[in-house]
């Protein structure tokens, strides 16, 4: 007897409910705010560490935690089909002119705190001459510039394919059910 009440407690907590559209949609955004701020603490936290530590200290665990937390939502993201949690979830083209811009932005913001970062953690850059860091930092800076800018296109392009071809089975499976 005992049993079928918790069996029945059970599956009233997991049956889905009818939701009000707009609080989920408010709830969402909510939800990515405070992903967002958790990214940016988590990253911030890593910088504090680099910083004190000279590169040495950053715990492992909170480094493998941010990556397979991110990894983890790509990946749901592209399992129901969506390349993206904006505009572009539905497109059927690869939108090439937004993703070449947060790439090369991507790519620009993380040269520019590379180098900040070197210039602030080793001082002795000022015994060089302001030619030859020039040099350096010029070339580290387009180079890192272009690397990242085509590993980012290059992935986004990737997820947004999958997602597609995500999307086409399950608009396969919808129109073989109807029949």
């Not at 009440?5 to 949609?25: C, I, N, P, S, W």
């Not at 040495?56 to 990556?67: G, N, T």
């Not at 180079?143 to 392009?157: E, G, K, N, P």
Request: net charge positive; glycine share 8%.
């Amino acid at each position: 007897m005992m049993a079928n009440k918790t069996e029945g407690y059970m599956m009233k907590l997991f049956q889905k409910k009818q939701k009000d559209e707009r609080v989920v949609a408010e709830t969402n955004r909510i939800y990515k705010v405070g992903y967002l701020i958790f990214n940016i603490g988590i990253l911030f936290d890593l910088y504090l560490q680099l910083a004190d530590g000279g590169g040495s200290a950053v715990r492992p665990v909170e480094w493998v935690v941010l990556l397979a937390a991110n990894l983890i939502c790509l990946t749901m993201m592209v399992r129901k089909g969506m390349a993206d949690d904006d505009r572009y979830a539905e497109t059927d083209v690869f939108p090439k002119k937004h993703y070449a811009l947060v790439s090369l932005g991507a790519g620009v913001g993380a040269a520019v705190l590379f180098i900040a970062l070197k210039m602030l953690m080793h001082p002795q850059w000022g015994e060089f001459g302001a030619q030859t860091l020039a040099l350096v930092f010029g070339i580290t800076f387009v180079s890192m510039v272009l690397t990242i800018s085509v590993s980012i296109y290059a992935l986004q392009y990737l997820v947004f394919r999958m997602a597609r071809r995500r999307r086409d089975q399950m608009n396969r499976e919808d129109d073989e059910m109807k029949l």
